[in-house]
């Protein structure tokens, strides 16, 4: 008898080819404003929390959320709980114990901006993972969209090692990004996305308590830094995770991982209003490649 059990790490096409309607552009606007508002809220957090209990804290209310939602409660295979394990991982505990780290040493824009380069790794995997290239005007404007991200960037190298320790713990949050938006496709196909995604995060908040507790002598109780981890948490982690999940089993991986371009020009212009951070002229053409590259990605699949 032949087994049609799915491997552990693999991926899956979206039901979706057409290019982007109302709804698919309503769910990257709604992500792209969380999650560009998200580096903002880490920044006033780190004022008064480690990054260990932001990291905690923000997975524990995103699950608290979910967990509300009746849909979320419903039931996923036992044969899939392999792979939510993982994802718990490399989508949610990894990734966002990376940022705050990270934010300590580069301001919330520029995070914002390196987190853009998630579709160039997501592309990239599913590649390996489906064992073919994308379209070549996918192709095109992922590779645009992050010479955009280059163009925005460029301007913060140079500076000190801490700078640079900084960058390198962002990208790797978004190389792990990529790869399991890649895995979560099939699994939010079989069992839909808020099963999925409720049971990820209740992973990574065990995962990360003691992280927590070891950071929680240097935190101290503080009504704005509160207030924005329960943003970063409810809205920033459980909703947006839930969204992107349905984006991308709608779209698929590759161009779901559209809506992470507009991240930066959200992270940017919150950055510089809220945090005085600095936008070099080059930056501003950075963005506008970047939004070509979204325009691009996200185009007609061929049957």
């Known amino acids: ?7 552990m790490i693999t991926t899956a096409d979206g039901t979706r080819r057409d290019s982007f309607g109302a709804a698919e552009w309503g769910l990257v606007t709604f992500l792209a404003v969380t999650w560009g508002a998200s580096f903002l809220f880490i920044d006033i957090a780190l004022e008064s929390l480690s990054p260990g209990v932001i990291t905690w804290l923000r997975i524990a209310l995103g699950a608290t959320a979910l967990a509300l939602v009746p849909a979320a409660r419903g039931p996923v295979p036992v044969e899939s709980l392999p792979r939510i394990v993982l ?16 934010q300590q040493w580069i301001e919330s824009s520029l995070a914002g901006i390196l987190n853009a380069a998630m579709p160039l790794f997501t592309a990239a995997i599913a590649a390996l993972l489906l064992r073919r290239l994308p379209r070549h005007i996918h192709a095109f404007g992922l590779v645009l969209g992050f010479v955009g991200v280059v163009l925005v960037t460029l301007p913060s190298w140079g500076d000190d090692a801490s700078t640079v320790t900084g960058i390198l713990l962002v990208l790797l949050a978004t190389v792990l990004y990529g790869f399991s938006v890649n895995i979560a496709v099939p699994l939010q196909q079989e069992s839909g996305a808020l099963p999925v995604v409720l049971r990820t995060q209740l992973v990574a908040a065990v995962a990360t308590i003691p992280y927590a507790v070891a950071g ?23 909703v947006a995770l839930a969204v992107m999940a349905a984006l991308v089993g709608r779209v698929g991986a590759t161009r779901g991982g559209v809506a992470i371009y507009f991240v930066p020009v959200v992270a940017v212009i919150l950055g510089l209003v809220f945090r005085d951070d600095s936008i070099a002229p080059l930056a501003i053409l950075g963005m506008v490649v970047v939004l070509a590259g979204a325009y691009l990605a996200s185009r007609r699949e061929a049957a």
Do not use: E, K, Y
Not at 1 to 7: A, G, I, K, V
Not at 87 to 93: F, I, N, Q, R, S
């Open 216 to 238: 929680l002598g240097d935190s101290s109780i503080d009504p704005a830094g509160l207030g924005a981890v329960f943003v970063l948490g409810v809205f920033g982690t459980g």
């Open 1 to 7: 008898m032949t087994s049609t059990r799915r491997p």
């Open 87 to 102: 994802l718990g991982l490399t989508w949610v505990a990894i990734p966002f114990t990376l940022f705050p780290i990270a």
